[in-house]
């Protein structure tokens, strides 16, 4: 692991989350103070992001170089106060309403907390004098793309979800930050991250519960849609070196990826042979907002931010079960104890 040459001071919104968490985790081991902004909201359970906290609280440096400010970031007052009362060197801009599916349902919270709040970060930003921002942008950005893997200078003006449209706003608000302010970004397109603390609701996580559980997998259309999968740490890795080009001045938006695609019916296949479970599936029409294929061409960050995916997803896998099968273990394990 590389280690930055000075320790610096990072806001990290959205820390409390499933990717955040996993910054923030990194970002105490290599000496940095990290400060969370997180509204703990219900869009999935917000104890699991209690829970994700804690963990950075018992971090071992966690009680010097930690500290969380509870607070929605369309709160002006609570960011001002926020950056007046620190000195932060870097953004690291997480928080949003993240899901495709989700955002055609409630459009306007989706533009709301996206696009308003990432305009807010990058203003107090520019006030507070903090000049570099690393944001997490979305491969839905590519809506239906018609060259594949999918390249950062593709065009991107297809989008096809309320919420692939909130994140390319977010990369067009990072942009003009850059050329008026001066502000140095990096805005990175994650591709279906998964591993330990995914969201629940997420594909990976929410099948291995309904395979667990013997209930039936929704899939829609025929199973032959594609995703490229990232597994978390690798995410992570790009994410830090991201901070490190960031610091170094321009903009610069990079797609994290695995570099490889995987069919929904394979990903079952792999989740049912790591559960040692048989899943019912339970076959449903195509979702409006899905796209058929997601595919990283990563050869802008492997050449740029040294970024090179570790995990395969066959591993990747292995490695999320185990921990399902861990924290499920923990859970009920607690319930019981609770009951007693
Ligand atoms: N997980 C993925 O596969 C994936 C893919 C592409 C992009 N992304 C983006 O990466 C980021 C992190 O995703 P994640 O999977 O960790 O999601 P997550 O929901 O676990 O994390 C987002 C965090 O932001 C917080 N948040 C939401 N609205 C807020 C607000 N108004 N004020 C303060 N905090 C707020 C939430 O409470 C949550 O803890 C998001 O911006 C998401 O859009 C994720």
């Known amino acids: 692991m590389t280690l930055p040459t000075t320790a610096r001071h990072v806001l990290v919104t ?3 989350g499933f990717i955040g968490s996993h910054c923030c985790e990194r970002l105490l081991d290599r000496g940095d103070t990290v400060t969370v902004i997180d509204d703990f909201n219900d869009f999935y359970d917000p104890a699991i992001k209690r829970r994700n906290v804690a963990l950075l609280v018992s971090h071992r440096d966690g009680a010097r170089r930690f500290r969380l400010v509870e607070g929605d970031i369309r709160d002006r007052k609570l960011l001002r106060s926020t950056f007046d009362g620190a000195r932060f060197d870097a953004i690291l801009h997480l928080a949003a309403m993240a899901g495709v599916r ?31 921002f690393v944001f997490g942008s979305s491969s839905s950005v590519y809506g239906v793309n018609e060259s594949v893997p999918f390249r950062e200078d593709d065009p991107v003006e297809k989008p096809i979800s309320p919420y692939a449209v909130s994140k390319r706003a977010g990369e067009l608000l990072a942009y003009s930050h850059h050329r008026l302010y001066g502000t140095s970004c990096a805005c990175l397109r994650f591709f ?20 667990e559980e013997g209930r039936g997998v929704p899939v829609y259309g025929d199973g032959s849609a594609k995703r490229d999968f990232t597994f978390v740490s690798d995410v992570v890795d790009g994410v830090v070196a991201a901070l490190e080009f960031a610091a170094r001045g321009g903009y610069r938006i990079f797609n994290l990826g695995e570099s490889r695609t995987v069919e929904l019916r394979e990903l079952i296949t792999l989740l049912e042979s790591a559960l040692g479970k048989r899943a019912v599936i339970d ?8 796209v058929p294929i997601t595919f990283a061409d990563v050869s802008r960050a492997r050449a740029e931010l040294a970024y090179c995916p570790r995990v395969p997803i066959e591993e990747g896998i292995r490695r999320f079960v185990e921990w399902f099968r861990a924290e499920r273990a923990d859970r009920s394990g607690a319930a019981r104890g609770g009951r007693g």
């Open 192 to 211: 279906t991250v998964y591993g330990p603390r995914q969201r629940p609701e997420m594909a990976i996580h929410r099948f291995a519960t309904l395979i």
């Open 14 to 16: 959205g820390g409390a």
């Open 283 to 290: 076959r449903r029409p195509d979702q409006a907002g899905d």
């Open 102 to 132: 989700p955002s055609l349902e409630k459009p306007d919270l989706y533009f709301d907390v996206n696009v308003v709040g990432t305009s807010n970060i990058l203003e107090e930003a520019r006030r507070a004098g903090v000049r570099t």
